[in-house]
C-alpha cells in the first residue's frame, strides 16, 4: 500500500475494484480549508476518465507494471499472438486493448504491452506510424489538385483509410496507428 503523496502521473492504481492510470495529479491547498490531491485517472478497460479528492494520508494500493516489447504475429479470432523478442514466449492479446490502432497494424509490428504483476496484460500501445502498402484506390484526375481532397484507399490490413489522390495502387505510405489518418508517401 501507498498513500496518495507517494503517486505521480503514469502511475497504475486500484481504484473502486478496477485498475486505472493517473493521468493528473495536483496538489491543491485552498485558502482556509485542509490540503487537498485532486487526481484525474483513466480506466484501463473502458477509457472512462474519472476525477476524485483524496486526503494527503489516503492510502491506494499501487500496482507493480512492467512494459516489455513484443512483436505481433498473427491474429487468432479477437485476440493477437505476440511474441517476446528474449524468450521467444507467446502470448494471446485481446484485441480490446488496442483500441482502434488495431485495424492499422500488420504482421510484424513492434508492439509495447504492459503487465500487472508480470502476468495479466493491462494496456497495449502500437507504434506512432506504420507503413503499410495500397492495395486498391481509384486512379485520380489529373488537374483536380487544387484543394486538399481525399479519396478513398483500402491498405493491406483490410482497413479504408482516406488518402491524397495523387497516391495510387501499389503505393508505400506512412499512416498514424491512432486514426488512420494519412501521413506521407515512402519510396
Given at each position: 500500500?501507498?498513500?496518495?503523496?507517494?503517486?505521480s502521473k503514469?502511475?497504475?492504481i486500484r481504484?473502486?475494484g478496477?485498475?486505472?492510470?493517473?493521468?493528473?495529479l495536483?496538489h491543491r491547498?485552498?485558502g482556509?480549508?485542509r490540503?487537498f490531491?485532486?487526481?484525474?485517472?483513466?480506466?484501463?478497460r473502458?477509457?472512462?476518465?474519472?476525477?476524485?479528492?483524496?486526503?494527503p494520508?489516503?492510502?491506494?494500493d499501487q500496482?507493480?507494471?512492467e512494459?516489455?516489447?513484443?512483436?505481433?504475429?498473427?491474429?487468432?479470432?479477437d485476440?493477437?499472438v505476440?511474441?517476446?523478442?528474449?524468450t521467444?514466449?507467446?502470448i494471446?492479446l485481446?484485441?480490446?486493448?488496442?483500441?482502434d490502432?488495431?485495424?492499422y497494424?500488420?504482421?510484424g509490428v513492434?508492439?509495447?504491452i504492459?503487465?500487472e504483476n508480470?502476468t495479466q496484460?493491462i494496456t497495449?500501445?502500437?507504434?506512432?506510424?506504420v507503413?503499410?502498402?495500397?492495395?486498391?484506390?481509384e486512379?485520380?484526375?489529373?488537374g483536380?489538385?487544387?484543394?486538399?481532397?481525399l479519396?478513398p484507399?483500402?491498405?493491406?490490413?483490410?482497413a479504408e483509410?482516406?488518402?491524397?489522390?495523387?497516391v495510387?495502387t501499389g503505393?508505400n505510405i506512412?499512416i498514424?496507428?491512432?486514426?488512420?489518418?494519412y501521413?506521407e508517401?515512402?519510396?
Amino acid at each position: 500500500m501507498a498513500t496518495i503523496s507517494d503517486l505521480s502521473k503514469g502511475n497504475y492504481i486500484r481504484y473502486n475494484g478496477e485498475v486505472v492510470q493517473v493521468e493528473e495529479l495536483q496538489h491543491r491547498t485552498p485558502g482556509n480549508l485542509r490540503a487537498f490531491y485532486q487526481i484525474k485517472m483513466r480506466s484501463v478497460r473502458t477509457g472512462k476518465i474519472v476525477e476524485n479528492r483524496f486526503r494527503p494520508g489516503d492510502s491506494v494500493d499501487q500496482l507493480r507494471v512492467e512494459t516489455k516489447e513484443y512483436q505481433y504475429l498473427y491474429q487468432d479470432g479477437d485476440s493477437l499472438v505476440c511474441m517476446d523478442n528474449q524468450t521467444y514466449d507467446q502470448i494471446y492479446l485481446d484485441k480490446s486493448l488496442l483500441g482502434d490502432s488495431v485495424n492499422y497494424i500488420k504482421e510484424g509490428v513492434t508492439l509495447l504491452i504492459a503487465f500487472e504483476n508480470g502476468t495479466q496484460p493491462i494496456t497495449a500501445e502500437a507504434p506512432a506510424h506504420v507503413i503499410v502498402n495500397v492495395t486498391y484506390t481509384e486512379p485520380g484526375v489529373q488537374g483536380d489538385t487544387a484543394t486538399r481532397t481525399l479519396k478513398p484507399a483500402t491498405i493491406e490490413t483490410g482497413a479504408e483509410i482516406r488518402v491524397p489522390l495523387f497516391v495510387n495502387t501499389g503505393d508505400n505510405i506512412k499512416i498514424k496507428t491512432i486514426n488512420g489518418e494519412y501521413v506521407e508517401r515512402v519510396k
